[in-house]
């Protein structure tokens, strides 16, 4: 009779060793993963920048991994717009050219494609648009940041997703996905 218990003893301990054990490997792969995904954040921020007669919206990279862009979705006064080239530029030299006689002339407009697709390294920065004009003054700048959104789902190398938004001017917000495909921009 002694016998059976010592043995219901030993077995009872190893069961319980053995969810020990298994507790620590469960723990142990979620410490694991959250490393693994933090190596490869990826972090997209906005950046306007002014300087008399230019301005510059452009997006950075400030993470640890590539971006890999999903969708992007760019709006003027809360309307979705397909160009930058076509409507950017028109809110600066409307405002621009009504004080300053010529200015419309001397309007010089750089653009670089973020897109489905793109794939933006860490540490990478870029102008999505550049425009440059003699009349562009704070007050002009000013109006057009308040006009002016752009948004950009992107995901990590695995598959996790977060929104960054120019307007929001804070984190980008984590999702489950970018959902489809929206309408790409034209450059």
């Not at 990826?42 to 300087?51: R, V």
């Not at 007669?53 to 709006?75: K, Q, S």
């Not at 009349?135 to 977060?162: G, H, N």
Request: aromatic residues 6%; contains cysteine; positive net charge.
């Amino acid at each position: 009779m002694r016998t059976i218990r010592v043995e219901l003893l030993i077995a009872t301990l190893a069961l319980l060793a053995s969810a020990a054990a298994s507790i620590a490997t469960v723990v142990q792969t979620r410490v694991v993963a959250n490393q693994l995904s933090a190596s490869v954040w990826p972090y997209l921020s906005f950046d306007t920048t002014f300087n008399p007669g230019r301005a510059a919206i452009a997006v950075n990279n400030d993470g640890l991994g590539p971006a890999i862009v999903r969708n992007v979705r760019l709006t003027i006064d809360g309307k979705q717009m397909t160009a930058w080239h076509s409507v950017l530029p028109l809110l600066i030299v409307r405002k621009a050219a009504a004080g300053k006689p010529g200015a419309r002339q001397a309007t010089g407009v750089d653009e670089q494609d973020v897109s489905f697709g793109t794939v933006i390294r860490p540490g990478t920065s870029f102008n999505v648009i550049a425009v440059q004009n003699k009349a562009i003054d704070f007050a002009t700048m000013s109006t057009v940041r308040k006009r002016v959104d752009m948004q950009i789902c992107y995901c990590s190398i695995l598959e996790q997703c977060w929104i960054a938004d120019m307007a929001a001017a804070d984190q980008p917000k984590s999702v489950q996905d970018c959902g489809p495909k929206g309408p790409p921009l034209v450059y």
